[in-house]
C-alpha cells in the first residue's frame, strides 16, 4: 500500500527511474515511488526492497518501544536507600532531562544501539533500494544519537555519518563534519549545549584548504578525499579551472599517498572494489576467522570499506579521478603479479615470508662469501628492521606481495622471528623437503639473484638501500607506513628481553 508524500523536507525521488515521486512504502516509510509499477519493480529482482524492508520495521518497531520506557524512566531519589519503594522514584522523560548523557545510563544504551542498528538498515535500503530518503532519515537518526550519547561513546556512528553525507551531495556538510570532530577535543566537548548543536553548521571550514593530513585518521582520510572531488567538480562547472582547482588536484593525490601508507588495504578496495571482494571471498574460504574477527589492517579496512564504499562505488566522477591519478585494477594486478607463492597459504603466507628473509641471512653467510646483513651484523632493533625493509620493499616493488596483504599483522609476526637465526633445518622442518628450495627462489626473485652474484647491476636494489639510509618517506608507501615500521622496532626491542 501507498499514499501520497507529506511535505517533510525529505527526498521525494522515485528510487527506481528518478521521476517526483508520489507515494512511499508503508511498511517501512523510508522508499518513495511515482507509481505502481515501479513499486512492483522495486519488490522483484536481486535487490529486492522486500527483505531489507521487513527488517527496517522490526528494528524501527524495537526503537519505539525502547523510546517509550525512557520517556517514563523512574530514577531513585535517593540512591541510598535499600529497599526503594514507588514513592521513592520520580518519574522523568530522559529525552528531555538527559540530552548528552545517554550512554552513562544503562538503560538507555539498548536504545542507543537500537537506534543505530535500525540507521545501518535504512542505509542498506539505500545502497541496495538507490533509495535517497531511507539515507536521509539514517543520517537523522545518527545526528540525534550523537547529541544524545554527547558524542564520545559510539565512535561508529561518527565513522559513518560523512559518507551519508557524501552519498546526497553534501559534500560541504561532511567537510564541516569532519572539521567539527577535530576542532573540538575531549575534553572541549564537556562544556557543549549538545540539546542546539549543529554538526553540519561549522563557520570558515573551507573545503579547499589544506589541512595537516597526517593527524587524520584512515576513515578522515577516504572520507576527505571523497569530499574534495566532489567539490572540485562543482567549482569547476560553477566558477571554472583556475589554480584554486589544480592545488585540490594535488591535495587529493596526496591523500590517495598517505591512505596507501596508513592502511594499503584501504586504498587497494578503492582501485578496485570488485576485484578485492572476490580475493577476500577466496581467503575466507582458505581461513574464515580472518573475517569473522579481523586483526590488524584488515579490521579496519572492513570498517571503512562498511562505512564509506557505498559511496564511492557509485559516485562515476571519483571513479574516474581513481582510475587517472590513483591506481586500476591492472595496477593492482601488476603489482602482486609474482605473488603465486602465497597461494593457498591463508595466513601462514606471513611466516612464510619472514622466513624466506631469515633463511636468505644465513644463505648470504654461508653461501655468499660471508655476506653479513641484518641479524647476523648488528643486532640491534634499528639495523634488524631497516635491513627487513630493503626485503620488503624490494618484494614489493618486484611485485611478489600478493593482493590480500596485511603490513601490520606481516610486520607484527616479523617481530617474533627476526631475533633468531633461521638454517635449512628449520625451514625443512617447518615447511617440508621442497621447503628451503621453495623459499631461495623466492629471494633471489626479490633479490634479483642468488647469494653468489647478490646485488650486481642491481639499480633497484641500490635505489631502495638509498631510500632506506636516508630515511626517504618513499621508502614506507610500499611497505605499511611509517606507524608500523616505529612499531616493529618496539617490537624487537620487547621480543630481545
Not at 599483522?409 to 622471528?417: C, G, H, P, V, Y
Request: aromatic share 10%.
Amino acid at each position: 500500500a501507498s499514499k501520497a508524500l507529506d511535505q517533510d523536507g525529505h527526498s521525494s525521488v522515485c528510487s527506481i527511474c528518478s521521476v517526483a515521486a508520489v507515494s512511499r512504502c508503508q511498511r517501512c516509510l523510508s522508499i518513495v515511488y511515482c507509481g505502481k509499477e515501479c513499486q512492483q519493480r522495486g519488490w522483484t529482482g536481486m535487490n529486492s526492497h522486500r527483505k531489507i524492508c521487513a527488517q527496517i520495521k522490526k528494528a524501527k518497531q524495537k526503537v519505539e518501544g525502547e523510546a517509550d520506557k525512557l520517556k517514563t524512566f523512574k530514577r531513585l531519589k535517593n540512591k541510598k536507600i535499600k529497599k526503594p519503594k514507588d514513592c521513592d522514584y520520580k518519574v522523568e522523560d530522559l529525552f528531555e532531562t538527559s540530552v548528552g548523557k545517554f550512554w552513562d545510563i544503562k538503560e538507555a544504551r539498548s536504545y542507543c544501539e537500537s537506534r543505530n542498528e535500525l540507521a545501518l538498515a535504512l542505509k542498506e535500503c539505500g545502497a541496495q533500494n538507490k533509495s535517497k530518503l531511507a539515507v536521509e532519515i539514517a543520517l537523522d537518526h545518527l545526528l540525534n544519537l550523537l547529541k544524545l550519547t554527547g558524542g564520545n561513546s559510539m565512535k561508529m556512528i561518527r565513522s559513518s555519518v560523512p559518507s551519508l553525507l557524501l552519498y546526497l551531495e553534501r559534500e560541504q556538510e561532511a567537510y564541516n563534519f569532519i572539521k567539527w570532530w577535530i576542532k573540538y577535543k575531549d575534553y572541549q566537548r564537556k562544556n557543549i549545549d549538545w540539546k542546539s548543536i549543529n554538526f553540519l553548521d561549522l563557520k570558515h571550514a573551507d573545503i579547499t584548504e589544506d589541512l595537516n593530513w597526517r593527524d587524520l585518521t584512515t576513515q578522515q582520510v577516504v572520507d576527505i578525499c571523497l569530499a574534495k572531488i566532489k567539490a572540485k567538480l562543482r567549482l569547476e562547472s560553477e566558477i571554472g579551472f583556475g589554480v584554486t582547482l589544480k592545488d585540490m588536484d594535488q591535495q587529493i593525490q596526496i591523500l590517495f599517498a598517505l591512505l596507501k601508507e596508513l592502511n594499503e588495504l584501504v586504498w587497494k578496495f578503492i582501485c578496485d572494489l570488485d576485484d578485492m571482494e572476490q580475493k577476500c571471498d577466496q581467503e575466507f574460504g582458505e581461513n574464515p576467522m580472518v573475517f569473522i574477527d579481523p586483526q590488524g589492517d584488515m579490521k579496519e579496512a572492513l570498517e571503512v570499506k562498511r562505512n564509506s564504499s557505498f559511496v564511492w562505488k557509485i559516485d562515476s566522477n571519483a571513479q574516474k579521478f581513481i582510475r587517472k591519478y590513483v591506481g586500476t585494477k591492472e595496477t593492482l594486478a601488476d603489482a602482486s603479479k609474482n605473488s603465486a607463492w602465497a597461494n593457498n597459504l591463508g595466513t601462514k603466507k606471513y611466516c612464510w615470508l619472514v622466513d624466506c628473509y631469515r633463511l636468505r641471512l644465513d644463505d648470504d653467510y654461508a653461501l655468499g662469501g660471508c655476506n653479513l646483513h641484518g641479524l647476523y651484523e648488528d643486532s640491534s632493533s634499528g639495523n634488524i628492521a631497516k635491513d627487513f625493509m630493503v626485503f620488503c620493499a624490494l618484494a614489493a616493488r618486484r611485485g611478489l606481495i600478493p593482493m590480500i596483504w596485511d603490513w601490520s599483522m606481516f610486520l607484527q609476526e616479523a617481530s617474533k622471528k627476526l631475533n633468531c637465526a633461521y638454517e635449512k633445518s628449520d625451514a625443512q622442518e617447518e615447511w617440508g623437503m621442497l621447503g628451503p628450495m621453495m623459499l631461495r627462489t623466492a629471494a633471489d626473485q626479490i633479490y634479483g639473484g642468488g647469494p653468489m652474484d647478490m646485488f650486481e647491476n642491481d639499480s633497484l636494489y641500490d635505489k631502495v638501500q638509498s631510500e632506506v639510509d636516508n630515511e626517504s618517506e618513499d621508502i614506507f608507501k610500499d611497505v605499511g607506513g611509517v606507524k608500523n615500521w616505529f612499531k616493529i622496532v618496539n617490537w624487537l626491542e620487547q621480543e630481545s628481553f
